[in-house]
């Protein structure tokens, strides 16, 4: 069945260092990837989003590729800061199997110090 | 994201207790789903409501009772619970299932 896979957290950066989550994933057919963001007490969001190979989804100085020759849609962003400070989820949305469910890895939780 | 709002936000209960979730999507989505999501685990998906149709249910106990009565609301009715049913519980809608999915902000659940 369909899976992703995240890199473990907690990730502890300092200020202004250059973020990458690693997310990989396994599906039959032809999906789309996201990457939630949920924020201390709040609910989950979307931070961005691709819908096919090569793809770039891009938000709020975050950015992911859609790499379907090695299934990976790694997060990255330049320069964090300390509002980033969240739990990161990456997923995958698979219309054409499972309904269109919505699957999620186990979440990457980053610091980041002053 | 103010499109999904979910009542009440933090929730305290006895076994015991009944009492309701409530959430309220302002999108106009026909896709609204519950989400359970504990500590050191996954999102779980409970169900799945498709124009006010249950379309999924996850093998969720029976002490969850979901309620759709229109595209804009869902409802998590709550019975008996236990304490490992203390979690934050989340609403999502979606324009139709296969679409991308927006989350409330949850609700705090915890049975003592």
């Known amino acids: 069945g369909n899976s992703v896979t995240q890199m473990e957290g907690p990730v502890t950066l300092s200020e202004e260092a250059f973020l990458t989550i690693n997310c990989t994933y396994t599906?039959?057919?032809?999906?789309?990837l996201f990457w939630y963001v949920q924020y201390p007490g709040e609910g989950l969001q979307l931070l961005l989003k691709a819908t096919k190979a090569d793809d770039k989804g891009s938000n709020k100085g975050f950015e992911a590729t859609y790499r379907k020759e090695t299934t990976s849609f790694h997060l990255e962003k330049g320069s964090v800061q300390v509002s980033d400070s969240a739990v990161y989820f990456c997923a995958l949305s698979d219309p054409y199997n499972q309904g269109g469910k919505l699957i999620f890895g186990q979440g990457t939780e980053l610091s980041v110090k002053p | 994201e103010t499109g999904v709002t979910q009542t009440p936000r933090h929730l305290v209960m006895g076994m015991t207790n009944k009492k309701s979730l409530k959430c309220e999507q302002h999108l106009g989505h026909n896709a609204m789903y519950w989400y359970k999501q504990s500590a050191k685990k996954p999102l779980e998906l409970m169900f799945v409501?498709?124009?006010?149709?249950?379309?999924e249910n996850n093998s969720v106990p029976s002490r969850f009772s979901p309620e759709c009565p229109n595209s804009s609301h869902l409802f998590l009715h709550l019975h008996t619970l236990q304490p490992e049913d203390s979690a934050l519980y989340l609403c999502?809608?979606?324009?139709?299932?296969?679409?991308?999915?927006?989350f409330g902000p949850g609700t705090r659940l915890l049975v003592l």
């Open positions: 599906a039959t057919g032809y999906p789309s």
């Open positions: 999502a809608s979606s324009q139709e299932r296969q679409e991308t999915q927006y």
């Open positions: 409501y498709n124009f006010k149709e249950q379309t």
